[in-house]
C-alpha cells in the first residue's frame, strides 16, 4: 500500500511539472481581432458610412460598444454594433458621418467564453492627419476598474465552492461519526459564500461587461440583458442548484441514505459544470471534450482543497480519526494525479508553446500556481507520511499551512479565468517618425505580425510647406534569415501619401528602407527595423 500511494504522488508530481512545459497547439479563448474596416492606419478620401470588426472566434454583442473619439481624444459618436447574421465573428456598426481628420476607435465586444475584450486603433479621412498614439495607448492599456471587483467575486465563489462540494464528499465518504456544530456551521458558510458571490456576479456582470461604472449595477436593463447571455443562464442555474442544495444541508443527517447521496453528487457536479461552461472551455475546440476536462479537473480540485479546508476549519473533528484522514489522504493523492492530467491536456488545448509562457501574464501566473501546487504536493506528501508514522494528531500545524497556500491557488486561478492564455490577434499599428535632411517621414505598419500587412508613408517638411516630392520607393530584407532587399509596390493615396500591401514571410526584425526624392536634384534615405510578431 505505502510504495503505490508513494507512487502516485511522484507520478502526479511529475506530471503538474510536466503541463506546463509540454508544447500546444493554439486555440480559441478570448477573442482577438483580425481585421476591421476602416482598416487601421488607413487613409480615406470620404468619411466611412459604418465600423465592421472581424475577430477570431464568435463575439456576444449584447454589451458590446463602439466608439468614435476625435484627434483630441473626446468622444463624438457611440454605438452598440450587430452580429453579421452570417458570419458571428464579424460585428458591425452604422456612425455618423466624418469630417477630415485622425479618428480613433475603440471597441468592446464579449468573447465567446464572457470576458469581455477591448482594443483601439484610428484612421483619417481627407489629407489631414494627427498623432493620437497616446490615445491608442490609454485605451490599450486601460482596464475598467470592474475587473478587480470581479476577480474577487470569483475567488469568493471559487473558494465557497470548492469548500462545498469537497466538504459535502468528506462528510459523506470520510466521516463515520455525525458531522460537528463546527463542520455543519463551515458547510453552511461555503454554502452561503458561494451563492452570495454568485448574486453579485449576475448584478456586476453588465457593468463589467460594457465597460461602465460600478454604481450601475442596480441597473435593471443591464441586469435583464445579463440575463440573455450565456453567463447569466449559467449563474442562475448555479444559484437555483445552490438554493435547491440547501435543502441537502438541512437534512444532513441522512447522508448516508442512497437518495441523499444521489441528489447532493448531482446536484455539485451541475455546479461545477455552470463554471466550465463561462470559462476557458467554452472557447476552445473541441468545445465537448475542454468542457468535460475542465468539470473533472474542477470536482478534483475539489475533493482535495475543498476538503482541506473543512478539515483546517473543524481540526478539533477531523483530527481525531485516523479514519477520516486516510480517506482523505488516499483521496487527496488520486486527486493530484486527476488534477495533473487534466491540467496537461488543458494546457495542450489553451497555450501555443512553452514560448509564449514567460512572454504572457496568463503563463506567468500559470507558473507561480503550478510552483505553489508542487509546494502543496510536498507538503501533503509530508503529511502523509506524518500521519502513517504519528497519527493525525500531528497534522495541527501542516492542515493550516497547506490550506492557506491552496488558499493563494484558488485567488490565482480567479485571476487566470480572466486573462487570455494564448497571444492575441492584434491590429495595432507599429508608428515611426523619422527626421532627415528637414523632412519628416511618419511611416506606419500595420499589423507587425507574420502575413499580410499595410505600410503606410506621409511626407512633411521640418521648416515649412514643400510642394509634392518628386517619387518615393521603397524596399525590406530580413537579415536574420538572409532575405535581401526586395522591392516595396508604393501606391500614391494622397499628396506626399503613400501606402503598400507587403507580405512578412518571418517574424523578426525587418529592415525598411525608403528612398525619397523632394526635387529632382536629391535624394534622401529614410531607414527603420519593424520588429515582426507571430
Request: aromatic share 8%; glycine share 8%.
Amino acid at each position: 500500500m505505502n510504495w503505490r500511494a508513494r507512487g502516485t504522488w511522484l507520478i502526479a508530481l511529475f506530471a503538474v511539472c510536466f503541463s506546463v512545459f509540454i508544447p500546444a497547439g493554439s486555440a480559441s479563448a478570448h477573442a482577438g481581432l483580425e481585421g476591421s474596416d476602416p482598416k487601421p492606419s488607413s487613409w480615406l478620401a470620404t468619411s466611412p458610412t459604418e465600423v465592421v470588426l472581424h475577430f477570431d472566434e464568435t463575439v456576444g454583442v449584447v454589451f458590446a460598444r463602439i466608439k468614435i473619439l476625435d484627434q483630441d481624444g473626446k468622444e463624438v459618436f457611440e454605438a452598440r454594433p450587430t452580429r453579421d447574421a452570417n458570419d458571428h465573428t464579424t460585428v458591425r456598426a452604422n456612425i455618423d458621418k466624418l469630417g477630415d481628420g485622425t479618428w480613433v476607435v475603440v471597441w468592446r465586444v464579449a468573447s465567446a467564453d464572457s470576458h469581455p475584450v477591448q482594443g483601439s486603433f484610428a484612421f483619417s479621412v481627407g489629407t489631414s492627419s494627427s498623432d493620437v498614439t497616446s490615445i491608442l495607448n490609454s485605451n490599450e492599456s486601460h482596464k475598467h476598474g470592474l475587473n478587480n471587483l470581479f476577480n474577487i467575486i470569483r475567488f469568493v465563489m471559487f473558494a465557497g465552492v470548492l469548500a462545498l462540494i469537497g466538504g459535502i464528499a468528506l462528510v459523506m465518504f470520510g466521516a463515520k461519526k455525525p458531522p460537528s456544530i463546527r463542520t455543519r456551521m463551515s458547510l453552511w458558510g461555503a454554502w452561503t459564500f458561494a451563492i452570495v458571490a454568485s448574486i453579485e456576479a449576475l448584478f456586476a456582470y453588465g457593468p463589467h461587461a460594457s465597460g461602465v461604472k460600478v454604481y450601475n449595477v442596480t441597473d435593471l436593463s443591464l441586469l435583464g440583458d445579463t440575463m440573455t447571455t450565456l453567463f447569466g443562464q449559467a449563474t442562475l442555474l448555479r444559484i437555483s442548484l445552490l438554493l435547491g442544495f440547501s435543502m441537502l444541508l438541512m437534512t444532513i443527517d441522512k447522508r448516508d441514505k442512497r437518495a441523499w447521496r444521489i441528489c447532493a453528487v448531482g446536484a455539485l457536479v451541475a455546479v461545477a459544470a455552470t463554471f466550465s461552461a463561462v470559462g476557458h472551455p467554452s472557447g476552445q475546440s473541441p468545445v465537448a471534450l475542454s468542457f468535460s476536462l475542465d468539470v473533472v479537473h474542477l470536482l478534483a480540485v475539489s475533493l482535495w482543497i475543498g476538503a482541506l479546508f473543512l478539515i483546517t476549519i473543524d481540526r478539533k473533528f477531523w483530527l481525531r480519526s485516523t479514519q477520516s484522514m486516510l480517506w482523505f489522504s488516499r483521496t487527496a493523492g488520486y486527486s493530484v494525479a486527476v488534477i495533473a492530467v487534466t491540467g496537461v491536456v488543458q494546457s495542450l488545448l489553451l497555450m501555443g508553446g512553452i514560448r509564449n509562457v514567460f512572454a504572457l501574464e496568463f503563463g506567468q501566473k500559470l507558473v507561480i500556481k503550478v510552483g505553489l501546487v508542487l509546494v502543496l504536493v510536498a507538503i501533503g506528501a509530508l503529511s502523509r507520511s506524518t500521519l502513517r508514522k504519528s497519527g493525525p494528531a500531528k497534522l495541527h500545524q501542516s492542515v493550516v499551512v497547506e490550506a492557506l497556500v491552496a488558499l493563494i491557488v484558488v485567488g490565482i486561478t480567479a485571476v487566470l479565468v480572466a486573462l487570455p492564455p494564448r497571444v492575441q490577434s492584434s491590429n495595432a499599428p507599429v508608428v515611426f517618425s523619422l527626421k532627415q535632411s528637414g523632412l519628416i517621414a511618419d511611416i506606419t505598419v500595420t499589423p507587425a505580425r507574420v502575413g499580410a500587412a499595410e505600410i503606410h508613408l506621409s511626407m512633411g517638411s521640418l521648416v515649412g510647406s514643400f510642394a509634392q516630392i518628386t517619387s518615393v520607393s521603397a524596399r525590406m530584407a530580413l537579415p536574420s534569415q538572409n532575405i535581401p532587399n526586395g522591392p516595396i509596390e508604393l501606391e500614391r493615396t494622397g499628396p506626399n501619401h503613400y501606402t503598400a500591401i507587403v507580405n512578412f514571410a518571418f517574424s523578426g526584425t525587418w529592415h525598411i528602407e525608403f528612398l525619397v526624392k523632394p526635387d529632382p536634384s536629391r535624394t534622401v534615405l529614410f531607414t527603420t527595423d519593424v520588429k515582426v510578431g507571430e
